[in-house]
């Protein structure tokens, strides 16, 4: 089976000993696992003043890495989020940007999602929201950083119906009211966990809004590809949910 990963990233985070991946050990790590191709975001620009930088040294290593497919971040707080995103929408790889709403301090019912969108949609390009990077219960004791509010991503998916968006790292218990309300919102398996987590999903939810991710290097790769190997289901929602629905989602 073909494994396409919703939610990878390349360089270091400063709270933990994680493998700080450059392109090439990230696709090594992942092959591993039966991991063919993988979204990529760069930690990098989680803390930077902006994500610039980290946005460019993405593109450049992902550019021999056909297996990895670059997903910059945009900070729509920054004055030159416009001029950002006209870069990253020149570069025929770029099929989606990555949002860090608790990072960059903002909620995603600011009146600015309402211009990135609109913008966005312009780009014909997805968007991936970050709920959470790492359980909030595991922050490090000097960040004072919250998830993404569910109510608050209901707000910015009302607002624009039409833009494909993906929640990453909503809990099990998220995922249930969101993707009940919401059947154009995909979500990925990150952070789900339960006993039998895909059948336990898909007994209440729509296959087609699930999404194989994981999260590496923050969580344990081989731990993702155990939520589908042992859940019985049929061929067909299996390849949905593990490359499927990502490749749809993002029209590729």
């Known amino acids: 089976m073909n494994y396409f990963d919703a939610a990878t990233w390349t360089g270091r985070w400063p709270f933990a000993f994680l493998d700080a991946h450059r392109p090439h050990s990230l696709h090594a790590q992942l092959a591993r696992h039966g991991i063919r191709r993988a979204l990529v975001s760069p930690l990098d620009a989680v803390f930077a003043p902006a994500p610039g930088p980290a946005n460019r040294e993405l593109l450049r290593g992902t550019r021999n890495s056909p297996a990895l497919l670059p997903v ?6 920054l004055a030159d989020w416009r001029s950002e995103l006209a870069i990253l929408g020149k570069d025929s790889r770029v099929r989606a940007v990555r949002l860090l709403p608790a990072y960059h301090n903002y909620r995603m019912n600011h009146r600015v999602l309402a211009d990135l969108a609109a913008e966005l949609v312009r780009y014909r390009l997805r968007v991936i929201v970050q709920i959470r990077l790492i359980d909030e219960r595991h922050e490090y004791h000097g960040l004072n950083i919250k998830p993404v509010r569910s109510a608050e ?21 998220e995922i249930f009211p969101l993707l009940a309300k919401h059947p154009q919102l995909l979500a990925d398996l990150a952070f789900a966990e339960w006993h ?6 898909t007994a209440k939810v729509s296959v087609r809004q699930l999404a194989f991710a994981s999260h590496t290097p923050f969580l344990i790769t081989a731990a993702a ?8 289901l049929p061929p067909g929602k299996l390849t949905a949910i593990a490359s499927g629905n990502l490749q749809r989602w993002l029209d590729i």
């Open 72 to 77: 910059p971040v945009i900070n729509p707080m």
């Open 153 to 173: 991503l209901e707000v910015f998916l009302k607002r624009d119906p039409q833009l494909p968006v993906l929640a990453s790292g909503l809990l099990r218990s």
């Open 196 to 201: 039998e987590t895909v059948r336990h999903l």
């Open 225 to 232: 590809r155990a939520k589908l190997d042992p859940s019985g």
